[in-house]
């Protein structure tokens, strides 16, 4: 397992834009496929976003979609979520996570990843 910090929440108003880290401890962080997911008030934590190991294929929820970039940076251990055009509906605790292997069908589910950071909290204001 690896050991996952995010940094970079905060509050921003509608339409503007924050970049999330997720820094990651251990010499292996480039064999892990990396994942998003977040948790707004009330809700069951959902699927935002993924990347695969090396070659950086990514896949993203739906309603994230064309707003939201994610990528890593295998040599500073390190994935982002770049967050553009926010909405007040992204209002949520944003965590990554990680997992040793891969497959498109499970990738939305949460058990299938094995290291999960704290938490980062993003508040878009109306």
């Known amino acids: 397992q690896v050991q996952l910090v995010e940094s970079g929440g905060g509050l921003v108003q509608a339409g503007g834009s924050l970049r999330l880290s997720c820094a990651a401890s251990?010499?292996?962080?480039?064999?892990?496929?990396m994942g998003w997911f977040r948790q707004a008030p009330g809700k069951e934590r959902d699927f935002v976003a993924a990347?695969?190991?090396?070659?950086?294929?990514?896949y993203y929820g739906d309603s994230v979609k064309g707003r939201f970039t994610i990528s890593r940076d295998n040599y500073k251990n390190t994935v982002y979520l770049q967050m553009n055009s926010l909405k007040p509906e992204d209002t949520a605790v944003y965590y990554c996570?990680?997992?040793?292997?891969?497959?498109?069908?499970?990738?939305?589910?949460?058990?299938?990843?094995?290291?999960w950071g704290q938490g980062t909290q993003v508040t878009v204001s109306s």
């Open positions: 251990g010499r292996t962080f480039s064999s892990y496929f």
């Open positions: 990347i695969s190991r090396s070659v950086g294929n990514t």
């Open positions: 996570a990680a997992r040793p292997s891969f497959s498109i069908a499970t990738m939305r589910d949460q058990g299938m990843y094995n290291s």
